[in-house]
């Protein structure tokens, strides 16, 4: 069982440690992220300031195609990922990011355009593993939690792929007709 | 199992899928004789063997079964397995926990990843999972890792200089034990052991006694889950056993994690700055309450040694048995990273075959036989309905299929390389560390662990086969021989 003075003395720990826990706390935790820190870093650090100071050029619009045929556009800041986007932004997606970007699910699988599947930084070794998993895989394929916002990025389009649920559904209909 | 298919759903779903068997048309071992081989025939010992048998010779794909009293539909197939680990939910459920829980509730203890279910899992799997499950934050702990690794190394030397001919090391699988421990004692609690010491220390030595001892009963303490409530007054030690060793594996871990807070407090005292792990991190930040880190500390820790330790020394054997893989693997080594530098997890990219070889190890002998699920949903799998509730076992057998790896029963690190970055494979066949937001989330510090000891112990070591000639004893437990 617990120590008893456990719990309280830890109460105590932290609270004059505060100054610790904030700088530990905000690298961590917080919402789900991608692998983009590098790049969002001086956005967090520099609080206000910075904030005033990102201006349009900073801003990236994708637009997502769900898999129901809907557009849905967004706009995120550079270096966030597409996970970011989808969760900062709210997008009803279903089942979008289930691990939060911890690269154990596949389900931020996205479809690239051509032409700026080409331009993505190099994929993982870990990415390809989980990419293997991921259902409708494609040519231009990849998980949208490693996929951090570029400015070349500005205006494409990725496209949501069809889900398990929704492959399933068409066998059934086809089965009883 | 009528009652499990009377449900409004369930007639709902037949109406619509006319041809669909129910599990009672499942093809399956009569529930005695499963008993019999379960228990008289020391089932557990080897349980691996009897799940190839069922799938490959006499039930198919889709066949039901008995874990002990509990029943289980088995599913030995690649895309029906994809199917029944991507329809997970929210919080999936791997299997029946009662056990586990009645023990926790027992002694006023939380549950950690492994026995928690619904939100207060999701709850801990959230903050764990941004501590140690993406690359990035596991690749921090190489420096500590390799520290591991030097002990490890020198630890060989010295077993090897006690032995008559000076080269060979009797118990590989005890040596791999001690470091597996070491080093994820290095990440979880942030301190060292002295396992691998020529003179462990005595406190250690009781921990290591104990974790011994805890992993040797785990086959009892499995049936003990697996023997009904009713029966345990007839036959009560199995239960007395499952919370002794629990007990013991509890102790150990609160031992640590009382010890880090006992630092923290006194660096705090003396006013200076806190830095630390994962350990200080989740102490700190307070997400998790201190009984919950010592649940899921102790569980990490049961979950992670023998695992990791039983892997690395599958690997070492089938190097030992393959000196033509082993040279190949040796001088992939010594040309794409130079023979004197030490590795990180920055430099396992550059060496293709010391991944290939961690997946073709764990292919052949994945220390878990199978993927359990408990449906949350009605499903169609293969033409039957599983009714929502059901546990499901994704199980190994795809590993050996032809049809997923062919000659699948050689052992080819080489057929995990990709020709290029476009190069995909549907490898559901083999997936030892789960799948989906509730696969293995030790799964990034068990690669770093075994990848960076295992280059290294290559790289010292050129003639593995001379170290690891005893190896076919450690392996008894797996009822392979
Ligand atoms: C070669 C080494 C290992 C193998 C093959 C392995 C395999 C597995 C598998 C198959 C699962 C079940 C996944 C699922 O149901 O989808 C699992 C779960 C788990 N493993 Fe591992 N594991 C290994 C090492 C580790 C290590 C080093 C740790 C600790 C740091 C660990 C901690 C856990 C925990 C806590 C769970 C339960 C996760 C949850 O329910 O949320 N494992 N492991
Ligand atoms: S969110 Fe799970 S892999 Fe990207």
Known sequence: MAAPGTASLL????????????????????????????????????????????????????????????????????????????????????GFGACEGTLACSTCHLIFEDHIFEKLDAITDEEMDMLDLAYGLTETSRLGCQICLKKFMNNMTVRVPEAVADARQSIDMSKNS | YHHLLMNEKTVIHERFLPKQGSLQEMPGPKTLSNLVEFFWKDGFG??????????????????????????????ADRDMVAQVLRAEGRTPQRANMESWQEYRDLRGRATGLISAEGEQWLKMRSVLRQKILKPKDVAVFSEGVNEVITDLIKRIHTLRSQEEDGETVTNVNNLFFKYSMEGVATILYESRLGCLENNIPEKTVEYIEALELMFSMFKTTMYAGAIPKWLRPFIPKPWREFCRSWDGLFKFSQIHVDNKIKDIQSQLDQGEEVKGGLLTYLLLSKELTVEEIYANMTEMLLAGVDTTSFTLSWATYLLAKHPEVQQSVYEEIVNNLGKDQVPTSDDVPKLPMIRGLLKE?????????????????????????????????????????EENFPMANDFRPERWLRKDNMDRVDNFGSIPFGYG?????????????????????????????????????????????
Do not use: M
């Open chain 1, 11 to 94: 109460r105590a720990a932290a609270a004059s440690s505060r100054r610790w826990l904030l700088a530990a706390s905000r690298g961590a935790a917080g919402r789900p992220s991608g692998d983009c820190v590098a790049a969002r870093t001086p956005g967090r650090f520099f609080g206000v300031s910075a904030r005033a100071r990102l201006s349009s050029e900073d801003k990236v619009t994708v637009h997502f195609i769900n898999r129901d045929g809907d557009k849905l556009t967004a706009e995120g800041k550079v270096g966030d990922s597409l996970l970011d986007v989808v969760v900062d932004k709210n997008l009803d997606i279903d």
């Open chain 2, 46 to 75: 080897r349980i691996h063997e009897i799940q190839v048998q069922f799938s490959q010779n006499n039930y198919g794909k889709i066949f039901k079964s008995h874990f002990g009293p509990q029943f289980v539909v088995s599913i």
């Open chain 2, 361 to 401: 190890t764990l292919r052949l002998f994945p220390v878990l036989p199978g993927n359990g699920r408990v449906t949350q949903e009605d499903l169609v799998v293969g033409g039957y309905l599983i009714p929502k509730g059901v546990s499901s076992l994704c199980h190994y057998a795809t590993s050996y299929e």
């Open chain 2, 437 to 481: 937001i509730r696969s293995c989330i030790g799964k990034r510090i068990a690669e770093l662990e075994i990848h960076l000891a295992l280059i290294q112990v290559e790289k010292a070591f050129p003639s593995i086969p001379t170290l690891c000639i005893h190896l076919q004893e450690s392996f008894k437990r797996f009822g392979s021989d």
